[in-house]
């Protein structure tokens, strides 16, 4: 198919005519704030500064559901649905199980979650099953990561946080508090983050009154991309192939030949931010010290030099993507995994901006330019070359 040419479409035909929706105000909402240009990043009135010190991951998800920080009893009691929460119906791990080891994590992670619908308790409202998902998608990842290496499913502990849990879940033996720490911080930071093209997904569909899982399903499938979530994942194939031969690895020269054939570095540019991204620059230091403590401090000397490339020869800074791959990596987390933790945190801002949609809904419905022929007399099929 060829690309459009849209070159003759004047401004006066077609006022609202915007490629990729940049700048278009499609929503209010309470759950977070982005200044592009300052790079500032708040979620319900607290900074993502603020939060990574002193929240966890569960105080964030109360705090973007509800949009005010949980008493300790509220925290407490969401501390225990989690828990509750956690364990997999029978047919949704035996997909897992015996799905094929080759299959993408994040689409095991679809059709999952989509599977969660079937079992759904009737009673739970939309909050409940924001909280059973939360909860779920973190087992959902683990046992695929290990059912597809062959190795036994490690059921959920009935005790600990999600990134606690999760840890256990995935490599079969309890993390220490520095690992713990390291991946609580990142759920944090990948929380939430405004309209991105995974929430926006998540509201069009809630917009439809369709229901909760269906909207989660379908951002999942959104933020599966490489333009999107996809691309921490690709950040470390990067990296990968670099190191595959260290002699001749060379980060700056590998950077501008991809720019010179006008391809993309993955992990840098952002449609909003046009500075650092604030979520980038707490990864960096956390990519710092733990690639220094596990011995890829490589990898993380390439990224700065990738980073410095980039800034000197496009003026483009790193995304959230980029920094977070390296950290994942020195967790001993295999590269194909990161975006489906990704999504085991941004469940949180779906979920609470598909109650914040349902609360105040108006169905999305915009108008394409249509650039195809023009009516045209029916020619029978014997006469069409
Ligand atoms: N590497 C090289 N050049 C880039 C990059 C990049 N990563 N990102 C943007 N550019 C260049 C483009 O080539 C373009 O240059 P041109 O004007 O000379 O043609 C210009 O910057 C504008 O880029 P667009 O792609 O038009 O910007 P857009 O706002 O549409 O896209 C996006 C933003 C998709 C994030 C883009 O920067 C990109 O593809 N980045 C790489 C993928 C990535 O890291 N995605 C994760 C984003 S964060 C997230 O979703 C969690």
Same mark, same amino acid.
């Given at each position: 198919?060829?690309?459009?040419?849209?070159?003759?479409? @004047?401004?006066?035909?077609?006022?609202?005519?915007?490629?990729?929706?940049?700048?278009?105000?499609?929503?209010? =909402?309470?759950?977070?704030?982005?200044?592009?240009? #300052?790079?500032?990043?708040?979620?319900?009135?607290?900074?993502?500064?603020?939060?990574?010190?002193?929240?966890?991951?569960e105080?964030?998800?109360?705090?973007?559901?509800? !949009?005010?920080?949980?008493?300790?009893?509220?925290?407490d009691e969401l501390n225990s649905l989690l828990v509750h929460e956690r364990k997999l119906?029978?047919?949704?791990?035996?997909?897992?199980?015996? =799905?094929?080891?080759?299959?993408?994590?994040?689409?095991?992670?679809?059709?999952?979650?989509?599977?969660?619908? !079937?079992?759904?308790?009737?009673?739970?409202?939309? @909050?409940?099953?924001?909280i059973?998902?939360?909860a779920k998608?973190p087992t959902?990842?683990a046992?695929?990561?290990?059912?597809?290496?062959?190795?036994?499913?490690v059921s959920p502990l009935d005790e600990g946080s999600t990134a606690y849990n999760f840890?256990y879940m995935?490599?079969?033996?309890r993390?220490?508090?520095?690992?713990?720490?390291?991946?609580?911080?990142?759920?944090?930071?990948?929380?939430?983050?405004?309209?991105?093209?995974?929430?926006?997904?998540?509201?069009?569909?809630?917009?439809?009154?369709? !229901?909760?899982?269906?909207?989660?399903?379908?951002?999942?499938?959104?933020?599966?991309?490489?333009?999107?979530?996809?691309?921490? =994942?690709?950040?470390?194939?990067?990296?990968?192939?670099?190191?595959?031969?260290?002699?001749?690895?060379?980060?700056?020269?590998?950077?501008?030949?991809?720019?010179?054939?006008?391809?993309?570095?993955?992990?840098?540019?952002?449609?909003?931010?046009? @500075?650092?991204?604030?979520?980038?620059?707490?990864?960096? =230091?956390?990519?710092?010290?733990?690639?220094?403590?596990?011995?890829?401090?490589?990898?993380?000397?390439?990224?700065?030099?990738?980073?410095?490339?980039?800034?000197?020869? #496009?003026?483009?800074?790193?995304?959230?993507?980029?920094?977070?791959?390296?950290?994942?990596?020195?967790?001993?987390?295999?590269? !194909?995994?990161?975006?489906?933790?990704?999504?085991?945190?941004?469940?949180?801002?779906?979920?609470?901006?598909?109650?914040?949609?349902?609360?105040?809904?108006?169905?999305?419905?915009?108008?394409?330019?249509?650039?195809?022929?023009?009516?045209?007399?029916?020619?029978?099929?014997?006469?069409?070359?």
């Amino acid at each position: 198919m060829s690309k459009h040419n849209l070159e003759n479409i @004047t401004r006066d035909e077609y006022p609202y005519l915007n490629l990729g929706l940049e700048g278009i105000v499609a929503f209010s =909402t309470t759950k977070s704030f982005i200044d592009g240009q #300052k790079g500032e990043l708040v979620y319900s009135g607290y900074t993502i500064d603020t939060l990574a010190e002193y929240a966890t991951f569960e105080e964030v998800c109360f705090l973007l559901w509800n !949009d005010r920080l949980p008493s300790k009893k509220e925290l407490d009691e969401l501390n225990s649905l989690l828990v509750h929460e956690r364990k997999l119906p029978k047919p949704v791990l035996d997909y897992i199980c015996t =799905t094929e080891k080759h299959a993408e994590p994040m689409a095991v992670l679809r059709s999952s979650v989509s599977m969660l619908a !079937d079992f759904t308790d009737p009673s739970l409202d939309d @909050t409940g099953n924001a909280i059973v998902m939360t909860a779920k998608i973190p087992t959902i990842i683990a046992a695929f990561a290990r059912a597809r290496q062959g190795l036994d499913v490690v059921s959920p502990l009935d005790e600990g946080s999600t990134a606690y849990n999760f840890l256990y879940m995935l490599n079969g033996v309890r993390p220490g508090a520095e690992a713990e720490k390291t991946m609580d911080l990142c759920l944090i930071l990948h929380a939430e983050h405004g309209m991105n093209a995974s929430t926006f997904t998540c509201r069009a569909i809630a917009s439809t009154e369709s !229901d909760i899982f269906s909207a989660v399903t379908g951002a999942v499938g959104s933020l599966k991309g490489p333009l999107h979530g996809g691309a921490n =994942t690709a950040v470390m194939n990067m990296l990968l192939a670099l190191e595959s031969d260290l002699k001749t690895a060379d980060p700056v020269a590998f950077t501008k030949e991809k720019l010179e054939k006008r391809e993309k570095i993955m992990g840098f540019g952002h449609r909003v931010y046009k @500075t650092f991204d604030p979520r980038a620059r707490l990864l960096r =230091t956390m990519s710092k010290s733990l690639s220094e403590e596990t011995g890829h401090e490589i990898l993380y000397e390439w990224s700065e030099a990738i980073l410095k490339t980039m800034k000197e020869e #496009k003026n483009i800074d790193p995304n959230v993507d980029f920094f977070s791959a390296t950290v994942y990596y020195s967790l001993g987390i295999q590269p !194909d995994l990161y975006t489906a933790i990704f999504a085991m945190s941004r469940i949180s801002g779906w979920t609470a901006h598909y109650l914040e949609q349902m609360s105040n809904n108006r169905l999305v419905r915009p108008r394409a330019l249509y650039v195809g022929d023009k009516p045209k007399e029916w020619t029978e099929i014997s006469d069409r070359s």
